[in-house]
């Protein structure tokens, strides 16, 4: 791809300010809709009768929880409630409506990478040009990056995110017991470690994130033999 992604620290940081705050207003809501419908679609309509079934951020976007993730790019947004009781298949409902979150994000990335991948491809012929495309893919660069690691990051099986709800859909019902019973101790540790810039998982995230990069990049390269043969 072409050399694009250059800004100095300053721009960089307000770029990032206004891609979390999209992050925020937009991909947040999408990440709760998903829940919601793929509950509704397996048989819980208490997302729904809550009012959750929506993209409206003013449903989802949780106050705390936006701003840290504006100011520190760390944050969360109203939990989507469901009741596994009313579903046609608890267990398999669970999984379904647990991993639709993470999914949203990544196809979202996804979509993002292909738009960033067909800007790399464009021929530059001028200094607006390229200054305005430069901004642009830095800021899908962004865009594309927080979505992979937010999806990564909410698959990681200890609640409250969406990989423990996943994990216990699999687990047998005496050691979901277990887990539910000190669930607000494992999740106030878990915040703690987080909170704390310990770094613990930056390792095994990283390694996941450059997964997915790779993943994309794959499922992308046929955009550059399009675009080669169009632009010549």
């Not at 250059?6 to 998903?34: D, G």
């Not at 679609?41 to 009768?49: I, M, N």
């Not at 994990?167 to 539910?180: E, Q």
Request: aromatic letters at 10%; glycine letters at 6%.
């Amino acid at each position: 791809m072409n050399s694009l992604f250059h800004a100095n620290s300053k721009e960089q940081v307000i770029y990032l300010i206004i891609v979390r705050i999209a992050i925020t207003l937009l991909i947040l809501p999408i990440h709760e809709f998903a829940h919601a419908w793929a509950a509704r679609r397996c048989g819980d309509d208490t997302a729904e009768a809550s009012g959750r079934l929506t993209f409206n951020p003013l449903s989802h976007v949780d106050p705390i929880g936006a701003i840290l993730l504006i100011l520190t790019g760390f944050g969360w947004a109203k939990p989507v409630p469901i009741n596994p009781n009313r579903m046609n298949n608890p267990r398999r409902g669970t999984i379904l409506t647990s991993l639709a979150g993470p999914a949203s994000n990544l196809i979202v990335a996804f979509l993002a990478f292909i738009i960033l991948r067909v800007i790399s491809n464009i021929p530059i012929h001028s200094a607006a040009v390229y200054s305005t495309l430069n901004i642009i893919a830095m800021m899908l660069s962004m865009f594309v990056s927080i979505n992979i690691g937010l999806a990564i990051f909410n698959l990681i099986p200890i609640p409250p995110l969406d990989g423990s709800k996943i994990l216990m859909g699999f687990l047998p019902y005496r050691a979901i017991a277990v887990i539910t019973q000190y669930e607000r101790i494992i999740s106030f540790v878990f915040m703690i470690l987080i909170l704390s810039g310990s770094g613990i998982l930056n390792i095994p995230l990283g390694f996941l994130n450059n997964l997915v990069y790779k993943f994309f990049n794959f499922a992308t390269g046929w955009i550059d033999i399009i675009m080669n043969a169009i632009i010549g």
